[in-house]
């Protein structure tokens, strides 16, 4: 019944409005469709809505009641910007808003002990209270989550470069964050490579690090990067000691796998990977870009052959990643009983942790738009059609059409008997790829600002990148 590696690879050929889609690297054409516009400013009006205006903090969700989400908060600080950018805000507006956050951070308490902080080494965890900005429950001090806190921070500090008082303090204060913050903290116990957190706790660090091949490749360029506790310049050869085992496909199709789109997506929203290259990608001929291309047409293509003959699934329709699901259910679909799933990480099977039970998030295939866009701009239109999907502030974060079980409750979505399930919530970290990468793909507006921070080249030169637009002298002006 599944796809095997050589079945998969002859699928790949599959045609795309009666051509067929070429596995090498095209030209992006950096202009949308009228429709694509209505896309971006409701997934701009998420952000600008359900923010505490008393804090800048952004839920992780809604509209179930929710608590922040740092990374949340990272995505927000640019969506402001395009918000002014696009006329759908002021810039007077997006500039408060980002400075009430900016100060929020720095002034939320840091400290060891677990309860009455916001964070600890200048790293902030996972979620935090809306209201009051303190950790919330038990949720550890995050690496990566920070890490797109301080990507978003970055991002203000080149965009806002007037000379009034509020822009000048945003720019302090962006420097002071990622100042502050102690990579080497989250090494402490002699390991190589950077733990993925922290918990107060037990005071030890989470036994997984960040190498491999997932969404951590931005921690580790903002973590070498670094004025004041940079890691190690070896770091960069803990995180792709492990590329060996992670290859997939041949030729064309050849790429360094992970499962869900989202570790495709996250470090490219703010690094811009056109034209460098590491020694690694150095070796295999092509860069990261064209990595993330390759893994967003094998994950078109395992949608569209579909071998597991989930209903909804075609060219148009498509898109694995980390997103909202009906539930932890076993239920008969198709004469065999099949599992499906509540929140988790999904992707194709031939992945590394393929995980798919008939679960499309719209922010897979929108957060490729930059990688491939002959293939998302009809997905986005065919999305904007499913029913229940597109709605107040963009799309939800998921659908099953293959879940259309009534007899068990789903509490993350509603279910109809015909159509399937399709998400309650809007999620943060899901919406910013749409609308970052949108901003991408037609001006470099995300990319142009971060290439002018320093840190960022100064990472990716300790880590080996050189080529593209490293070779150039730092831009001044976005």
């Known amino acids: 019944m599944l796809l095997g590696r050589r079945d998969f690879i002859a699928g790949s050929s599959l045609l795309v409005g009666g051509a067929a889609l070429p596995w090498q690297a095209c030209a992006a054409q950096p202009s949308l469709p009228a429709f694509y516009e209505d896309i971006e400013r409701r997934t701009f009006r998420w952000f600008w809505d359900t923010v505490n205006r ?57 400290g060891p002990a677990a309860g009455g902080t916001s964070g600890y080494k200048g790293f902030f965890y996972h979620f935090l209270d809306m209201r009051s900005g303190e950790r919330f429950r038990n949720v550890e001090l995050s690496t990566v989550d920070t890490t797109i806190l301080l990507m978003g921070v970055l991002f203000a500090s080149r965009y806002y470069g007037g000379a009034d008082p509020a822009e000048r303090e945003i720019r302090d204060l962006a ?82 796998g992970f499962a869900p789109l989202f570790g495709h997506q996250y470090s490219h929203i703010f690094v811009d990977f056109r034209g460098i290259r590491d020694a690694v990608m150095g070796d295999a001929g092509f860069d990261y870009f064209e990595n993330s291309r390759r893994a967003t047409l094998a ?35 198709n004469g065999e009983l099949r599992q499906f799933h509540g929140y988790g ?15 499309i998030a719209p922010t897979a295939a929108l957060g490729s738009l930059p990688f491939a866009p002959e293939i998302v701009i009809p997905t986005a239109e065919a999305f904007t059609k499913q029913p229940r999907l597109f709605d107040r502030y963009g799309f939800k974060d998921s659908f099953n059409p293959s879940f259309t079980y009534t007899d068990v409750r789903s509490d993350s979505g509603s279910v109809d008997p015909q159509q399937g399930w399709v998400a309650n919530d809007y999620l943060g970290i899901d919406q910013g790829p749409i609308l970052l990468q949108a901003a991408n793909y037609r001006d470099e507006f995300v990319w142009r600002y971060m290439r002018r921070v320093p840190a960022i080249r100064r990472g990716l030169e300790l880590a080996g990148f050189t080529g593209g637009w490293l070779a150039s002298a730092p831009a001044q002006r976005g």
């Not at 999904?346 to 008939?358: A, N, Q, T, W």
Request: glycine share 10%; hydrophobic share 40%.
């Open 175 to 256: 420097q002071r964050l990622y100042a502050r913050a102690d990579w080497n903290f989250f090494r402490s116990d002699g390991r190589p490579a950077i733990s993925m957190g922290w918990n107060p706790e037990s005071g030890e660090l989470i036994p997984a690090n960040w190498v491999g091949y997932n969404e951590g490749m931005f921690v580790n360029i903002l973590a070498l990067g670094s004025p004041t506790h940079p890691a190690p310049a070896t770091l960069w050869e803990q995180w792709t000691s492990r590329y060996p085992s992670l290859w997939r496909g041949e030729g064309p199709t050849r790429h360094v």
């Open 54 to 110: 008393k804090n800048g903090l952004v839920p992780d969700r809604w509209p179930t009641p929710s608590f922040c989400s740092i990374a949340a908060v990272g995505f927000a600080l640019p969506a402001y910007a395009i918000g002014a950018e696009r006329g759908w805000c002021s810039r007077a507006e997006a500039r408060d808003l980002t400075l009430t956050t900016l100060r929020f951070f720095w002034n939320a308490r840091q």
């Open 299 to 333: 994950n078109w293509a395992w949608c569209s052959v579909n071998r597991m003959k989930w209903r909804g699934y075609s060219q148009r329709i498509w898109g694995l990643t980390a997103c909202d699901g009906p539930g932890d259910f076993e239920k008969k679909f």
């Open 345 to 359: 990480a999904r992707g194709p099977l031939i992945e590394p942790e393929g995980m798919d039970d008939g679960t």
